[in-house]
């Protein structure tokens, strides 16, 4: 068997001497000399990474996050008019007190007397101002009388706003507690908005508390002692806390997202028990070939350690294409996501090494007796089995698994790219049943068409008489409600004309009135006069220049990612095949993720087991999320799996047993890791909102179908396929610098022999 050539250096040899004694320790690149330094002075590492952690997360609770609110919150045309009307001051924080009944108009004295007590209330309420009543003609009555709304404001910008609710509130709830016999309910962008994000945060917070009792369960059973399951949990928590409170800086320059600190706890949960599993099991296949602690320490630093700074490399590389994506959220998503992988990565080469040599046989505390140690040694029967059988027949593994993930992935081709709309939210929540009963009494309360005209005075002749021509072409054209409303800012230089309309904002109904005013009906009005811009925003502008952005970006992306991957693969392999597959075989297993997606939520399949209703698209956000954490994710288990085989290879097997060897006994770390990625990240469909749903499945569906199909099968299929020019180096590359832990033996040499019979 080769397995003895593999293993050269790693058992005891005919003499019955220990491995130490005659066996090589891989010699000490940048990750082994971090892991060897952070070793001998332990003390120094754990406890230097405790106050790094600690002063982190100090740091970021006196700084604070600057998260993302008012026009920066929109993009395109869209972007700019939000702009344009918020520096004009013309998006005040109204909100409203929504009185309705099913026998009272407005016009008995109890219904009279309600407005009357609410008017006072608020402004006498702190931070209100702009009272508006119904009594007065000021604000609106529905048609039938039944509806009236108290119109106010809520000083500050919208996050300010956000924290003075309090006052209004209160005052709120003691009229509805004053005048049972009407429904009386606030509503507003600030109150909803507020509601909504708590519920989601509420959603967020389920997930991560189910996340890390599911995590530590599957590492106990991996590792089979609770101190070894620990050692990753708790090497990435501390990661986060850390990556949180550092996020604080760069929000300064440029306001993150508000839902940030949920992707720092995914990433980095992730991306750390990834490393911590790689380097752990391969100090424990060390420890049980006969190595001492600290020989095969040095060994998993030399080896893992280096495997994981290549791979959190190539995940930066891949979270970087998001700051092309021109979106704020993007672009925080990009800051946080770099940053925890950055943390994790160094945490991974230096402070594990110090918590390893530390805890020594420690390791093992609280073993479970019923769960059989797994010596890393023993290669998975089942992989070793599975590559076998695979590599007897490699092309025939090649038209199977790969004909299912392109089946799987021809359904993306006709993804329907949406915004969430009121729709798609959960409907037993309070502020959409409320926000459905305003929409019906109060059409125009609802989707609108934002058209935001400036110009040195919107009050002259000229401005005026265009502004009056586009609010009368506007309702003649279909599906143009009525009410529309024209607002002018107090300097005279910006004017919104609001034009409400049928739809949800993401539907055909409303896109289509959105084009026609855009195309063709500002064009043949204000766009006419001399010196007025003209922009246009509202619900349907704002999700269709979303789409648009995304869609135009994309390619720039992609080719942003793939280039940086394929040069930190080709530096890393000294291969130019090895990168092109890799890059390849991870657009399969997106591709396929893509494809499950759309047939699960865009054709509505698995609505009952999952608990949603189809809006016939994907949430415009997620293929682009998806892409850059599933490609970085890909290319964690990808250069672990290929650094085992490149070492076996560069040990004097041949490619096949090379590939056999490599997966048998990488495969087991691997689904580990991909199993506890699959349940974390399944957690996500257990929420409420369609978003994360989509999300989940899409994550799960991916690391599944990666760390099964595509390493399993199709690596080792096409490696077989490609022999020894897997590792093909053109002459005019030989420059490129060597990374690799062990120089190859003698003979061996990068340049391919002819094609044979694969077998």
């Known amino acids: 068997m080769k397995t003895r050539v593999i293993q050269e250096g790693q058992g005891p040899d005919d003499s ?67 702009k344009a009307l918020y520096g004009a001051g013309l998006r005040p924080n109204t909100e409203h007190v929504f009185f309705q009944s099913k026998n009272l108009t407005i016009n008995d004295p109890r219904y009279r007397a309600a407005i009357v007590d609410a008017t006072a209330r608020l402004r006498h309420a702190k931070d209100v101002v702009n009272v508006v009543s119904p009594l007065t003609g000021n604000a609106a009555v529905s048609a039938d009388k039944r509806s009236a709304l108290v119109d106010f404001e809520i000083t500050g910008d919208s996050l300010q706003a956000a924290d003075r609710l309090g006052p209004a509130k209160d005052a709120v709830a003691a009229v509805k507690a004053r005048h049972p016999e009407l429904q009386v309910d606030q509503f507003g962008d600030i109150s909803s908005n507020k509601e909504l994000n708590n519920t989601f945060s509420s959603d967020l917070s389920k997930a991560e508390m189910l996340s890390f009792p599911i995590t530590l369960v599957i590492l106990i059973i991996v590792f089979g002692s609770i101190a070894a399951a620990l050692v990753p949990l708790l090497l990435g928590i501390t990661t986060v806390a850390a990556a949180l409170g550092l996020v604080s800086f760069p929000s300064q320059l440029s306001p993150v997202d508000g839902n940030l600190s949920s992707v720092i706890l995914l990433i980095g949960l992730a991306v750390s028990v990834d490393y911590s599993l790689f380097y752990l099991k391969r100090e424990r296949e060390e420890r049980a070939a006969g190595r001492s602690a600290r020989s095969a320490l040095e060994v998993a630093a030399a080896t893992s350690g280096r495997s994981v700074l290549i791979s959190g490399l190539t995940v930066i590389a891949a979270m970087g294409g998001m700051f092309l994506s021109g979106d704020k959220t993007f672009i925080s998503f990009a800051e946080g996501t770099i940053l925890v992988v950055a943390i994790a990565m160094v945490a991974s080469v230096t402070v594990l090494a110090a918590l390893l040599a530390w805890l020594g046989d420690r390791i093992e505390w609280g073993r479970i007796g019923f769960l059989r140690r797994r010596h890393a040694e023993r290669e998975s029967r089942f992989w070793a089995g599975t590559v076998n059988r695979v590599m007897r027949r490699p092309w025939l593994s090649i038209v199977l698994a790969g004909g299912l ?56 002749p000229r401005v005026a008489a265009a502004i009056a021509a586009l609010d009368r072409q506007a309702h003649q054209t279909k599906d143009v409600l009525r009410g529309s409303d024209v607002t002018v800012s107090k ?24 084009d026609r005013v855009r195309n063709e009906i500002v064009p043949a009005t204000v766009g006419k006069v001399d010196g007025v811009e003209v922009d246009v925003s509202g619900s349907a502008a704002q999700s269709k220049d979303f789409r648009n952005l995304l869609t135009s970006r994309l390619p720039l992306i992609f080719a942003f990612v793939f280039t940086l991957a394929f040069l930190l693969l080709l530096f890393t392999f000294r291969s130019i095949v090895i990168p092109i597959k890799a890059i390849l075989l991870n657009l399969l297993s997106v591709g396929a993720a893509y494809g499950i997606l759309v047939l699960v939520f865009q054709d509505g399949r698995l609505e009952n087991l999952f608990g949603f209703s189809s809006n016939g698209g994907i949430t415009s956000w997620l293929p682009l999320f998806l892409f850059v954490i599933l490609f970085g994710l890909s290319m964690d288990y990808h250069v672990f799996i290929l650094s085992r085989v490149r070492e076996a290879w560069q040990k004097g097997a041949d490619t096949p047993e090379a590939v056999r060897h490599g997966i048998a006994s990488t495969a087991g770390t691997v689904t580990s890791a991909a199993i506890v990625m699959v349940f974390v990240f399944s957690v996500f469909v257990t929420l409420s909102f369609l978003d994360f749903k989509e999300m989940g499945v899409g994550l799960a569906a991916a690391v599944l179908i990666d760390a099964t199909i595509v390493r399993g099968v199709l690596l080792p299929a096409t490696m077989k396929v490609l022999g020894d020019w897997n590792w093909y180096l053109p002459s005019w590359l030989e420059w490129l610098p060597r990374l690799d832990q062990d120089e190859p033996k003698p003979g061996r040499t990068s340049a391919p022999p002819a094609l044979g019979p694969t077998g």
Not at 426 to 451: C, H, M, S, W
């Open 16 to 82: 019955g001497q220990p491995p130490d004694a005659g066996a090589p320790v891989p010699r000490r690149n940048l990750a082994a000399r971090m892991g060897h330094w952070s070793a001998t002075h332990r003390k120094t590492a754990i406890w230097g990474w405790l106050l790094f952690v600690v002063l982190a997360v100090f740091i970021g609770m006196r700084v604070g996050q600057n998260t993302i609110h008012g026009a920066d919150q929109f993009s395109g045309e869209a972007g700019a008019a939000e």
């Open 491 to 514: 300097d005279g230089t910006v004017a919104l004309v609001s034009i409400p309309t049928k739809g949800n904002g993401n539907d055909a109904t409303s896109t289509a009135v959105l």
């Open 405 to 460: 993930l392109v089946a799987l992935a021809i359904p993306a081709l006709r993804m329907n790219i949406v915004t969430d709309s009121v729709d798609d939210l959960p409907q037993n929540l309070t502020v959409i049943k409320v926000y459905d009963r305003l929409k019906v009494a109060f059409p125009k309360e609802g989707v609108t068409v934002d058209v935001a005209v400036q110009a040195g005075n919107v009050r002259t």
